[in-house]
């Protein structure tokens, strides 16, 4: 990875702050995006004290315009593009399908559906310019199974299996130089869940305190990996040429279930949910 660039989005925070680290220890050059100024200015700032070349752009990946002038400003600074983690995501959870603002879907889908698409499409030709590309997009253990009350997010974390595993097809039948990965992270310890509660205020949603409660229940029992050791997992398996990555021991089993058993599950998760939520 030495001295070659890799572009990470969503690198203010969680798992991408811990891979932009984690690639900057390997020596890679970094081109890091997010909405999130300030958290972004932190990665690089602890990115450039390992001693490499850390660039950042202000970029919602929901927006096409904006992401295609960011490819071509990343290619203008740095040249050719050898990685691109497709890492930025928001969760939107919290309410059922029912009862679901519109709001909620089109914003999570816009970014991690949307913005998985457009800065794919935006880096690929750089990827396959390289020689030795490396596309890795960033699903969950709701991309290999669904969840109550998680609609959005799991429609858009299937969408980005189906889409990555589609590309790596095409890049296998054109004979075209990259590696193509998906990754499903089961709980990681990072500010996913806290995000959602200014996302539903930001769209008018009265956030109760029972709801709160929640988040910082899930926050406590489901989120329990590092991001640091998620990254980590994730760069071996990239190291390895893996296509597919599963992080942490809750991925395993949901990967293992959801094939053993297609038709209980659903049916184990809801009465698991119902007895949790007495
Ligand atoms: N934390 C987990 O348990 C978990 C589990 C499975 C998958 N994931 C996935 O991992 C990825 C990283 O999430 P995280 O847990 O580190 O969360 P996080 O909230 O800590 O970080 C997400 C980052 O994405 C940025 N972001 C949000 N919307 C954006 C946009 N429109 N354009 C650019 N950047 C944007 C945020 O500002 C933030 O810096 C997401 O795709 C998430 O779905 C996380």
């Not at 603002?101 to 970014?111: H, I, K, S, Y």
């Not at 599963?246 to 058993?261: E, F, I, K, M």
């Not at 209980?264 to 809801?270: A, D, M, Q």
Request: glycine share 12%; with cysteine; net charge positive.
């Amino acid at each position: 990875m030495h001295a070659k660039v890799a572009v990470v989005t969503g690198a203010a925070s969680g798992i991408g702050r811990a891979l932009a680290l984690g690639l900057a220890r390997r020596g890679a050059r970094l081109a890091l995006a997010d909405i999130d100024p300030g958290g972004l200015g932190e990665t690089a700032r602890r990115a450039g004290a390992l001693g490499v070349e850390a660039h950042t752009w202000q970029v919602d990946v929901g927006d096409r315009a904006a992401v295609v002038s960011f490819a071509a400003e990343v290619e203008k600074h740095y040249g050719t593009v050898h990685q691109l983690y497709n890492n930025a995501g928001i969760a939107g959870g919290g309410v059922n399908i029912l009862d679901a603002e519109w709001a909620v879907f089109e914003r999570v889908l816009a970014v991690n559906l949307w913005g998985v698409l457009h800065t794919t499409k935006a880096f690929l030709p750089h990827l396959i310019d390289s020689g030795a590309g490396h596309l890795v997009n960033i699903s969950s253990l709701n991309g290999l199974m669904a969840q109550a009350e998680l609609g959005a997010y799991s429609t858009s974390k299937f969408g980005v299996r189906g889409f990555t595993e589609a590309l790596r097809m095409e890049m296998v039948a054109a004979g075209h130089p990259v590696r193509v990965c998906v990754v499903h992270p089961g709980g990681v310890k990072t500010n996913i869940a806290t995000a959602t509660l200014a996302e539903a205020e930001r769209i008018g949603r009265v956030v109760t305190a029972e709801y709160r409660e929640q988040i910082r229940v899930y926050n406590e029992r489901a989120l329990r990996l590092s991001p640091d050791r998620a990254a980590e997992i994730i760069l071996r398996g990239v190291e390895a040429n893996r296509p597919r990555i599963l992080v942490g021991g809750d991925a395993r089993v949901v990967d293992v279930a959801v094939r053993l058993l297609p038709r209980v599950y659903p049916w184990l998760v809801g009465r698991a949910m119902r007895q949790a939520a007495r």
